[in-house]
């Protein structure tokens, strides 16, 4: 089974405590200003998906939220 | 107005009757057992993670020692960090009340007032920014092991080496001289730890003298650092005072203390010592793991401004819950057997550094000093060991963060 996780953030909750850059760099980085979170990847692959949805759970703000599609395509 | 529980049906009965027995906060170690959360806090968190509590001073609280229990309630903004609603839970302060936050003292804020702080800081201490820190860690740490080498076969370990490590960074992050950073964390350990009130006041003034000269002089002449840049923001010199008292303190007296109590838990676990010397790519995980067993800044205060259901209780507006982060990050129902030091676990998801929306701000530093600096003491004394009976190791009794005072250590020369 095909599954596309989908990135979305919400930078207001964000708090700059870096554990998404830190559990899943691949997906996440803090900007330099803030520190706040900004996706590299929305859709990451799937070598990283594990460690974004890790990401999303560590995140001290709940400011991640991962969202799963099932992409298989039925063979006829 | 608050509503009645019982007319409520997701608000379930009132506690059962041997568990409604409000208790006081264990504080005392078990002897033999210096990593180890009392005896007692443990056996609550085993009964009941979320249990009545109460404070020195009468105040019938919460204790909560449950690893999920303590994550939520960390991670709930309705529960408060507002350091004038508090109730002390190691003594009874009488009829002085608790002061509001210091301008800049942002820790004992809620928001907006904290995030206009936070924000201000979190730019400057990122993963990716830490990181290139690390080479000057590894310089720092070779300077110090270089010297413990030359001084013979025995040092105190914490002054010859976890304190320093982690002080040299803050003051240059942050742009304090090196060469006054220990008046300072004279007068900080007074603030925090003395009982003498006209010490503490004369220590806070003293302190409060300092870093406004300071302040003062980097607003006249701004060097590359982190003071120098908050000159350019809005903080008024007070606030840059307090911002600038509570990074330096938080910098000097944690990771301090990690380094100097996992050290001696290393030393404790000669299986898990040997691991991590064998293979340094271990650091990374071994200082989560470290991070959990040790869980040195403890506990954590919350209070619910407003009546907050949580876990099946009722918190009522006003009541004060101790968050026991020592006992979360030993919770069997988050880790199989908690109270084993196994640098091969993955700790993640501790409560050492915090939850929520105050979790550690320099946790990204503390990282990075941690993993560069104790691989590097074990790799360069293969035969490091302590120079005292581990019972003689001096704890540190301070009730907010938690270390030795000392640790003697020897080796044999090459």
Known sequence: MAVTLTITVDRDRCVGAGMCALTAPEVFDQDDEEGRVVVLDTEPAPAHQAAARHAAGLCPAAAITVTATDTTTHQQ | ?414
């Open chain 2, 1 to 414: 107005m608050h509503d009645d529980p019982s007319a409520n049906p997701a608000v379930p009965a009132p506690d059962l009757a041997q568990h409604s027995e409000p208790v006081t906060l264990p504080t005392d170690r078990r002897k033999g057992c210096p990593f180890d959360p009392p005896a007692e806090l443990t056996q609550y968190r085993d009964e009941q993670p979320l249990r009545r509590l109460r404070f020195p001073d009468g105040h019938i609280g919460w204790l909560a020692t449950g690893h999920s229990v303590c994550r939520a309630i960390m991670a709930d903004a309705r529960f408060s960090s507002r350091k004038e609603l508090m109730h002390d839970p190691h003594m009874d302060i009488g009829d002085m009340e608790m002061p509001p936050a210091a301008p800049g003292e942002f820790l004992h804020m809620d928001e907006p007032q904290h995030g206009r702080y936070r924000k201000l800081l979190a730019g400057k201490f990122t993963v990716r920014r830490m990181r290139l820190l690390t080479e000057r860690v590894e310089q720092v740490t070779a300077d110090h092991l270089d010297a413990m080498e030359k001084a013979g076969t025995a040092v105190d370990l914490v002054s010859a080496f976890a304190k320093p490590i982690p002080a040299i960074m803050i003051c240059e992050l942050l742009g304090v001289p090196y060469q006054d950073r220990n008046s300072f964390q004279e007068q900080a350990a007074t603030i925090f730890n003395s009982d003498n009130l006209d010490d503490k006041m004369a220590a806070y003034t003293a302190i409060q003298a300092y870093l406004t000269q300071l302040v003062a002089a980097k607003r006249t002449e701004p060097t590359d650092d982190i003071l120098s840049d908050l000159t350019e923001s809005d903080l008024t010199d007070e606030e840059l005072i307090g911002v600038g008292f509570l990074v330096l303190a938080a910098g000097l007296d944690t990771t301090a203390n990690m380094l100097g109590l996992g050290t001696f838990a290393l030393l404790s676990n000669p299986d898990q010592l040997a691991a991590l010397r064998s293979d340094p790519s271990l650091a990374g995980q071994a200082v989560e793991e470290l991070l959990r067993y040790l869980t040195i800044a403890d506990p954590m205060l919350r209070v619910a401004l407003e009546d907050i259901e949580i876990d099946g209780r009722l918190i009522k507006a006003g009541e004060v819950i101790v968050v026991s982060l020592q006992a979360a990050n030993r919770d069997p129902a988050k880790y199989p057997e908690p109270d084993r030091l196994d640098l091969h676990r993955k700790a993640i998801g501790h409560l050492a550094f915090g939850h929520g929306a105050h979790q550690c701000l320099g946790q990204q530093l503390a990282r990075v000093e941690m993993s560069v600096a104790f691989p590097a003491l074990l790799t360069r004394f293969p035969t490091l060991r302590l120079a005292v009976p581990p019972e003689e190791v001096p704890l540190r009794a301070n009730p907010g963060i938690y270390g030795v005072q000392s640790l003697p250590v020897t080796w044999d020369k090459e």
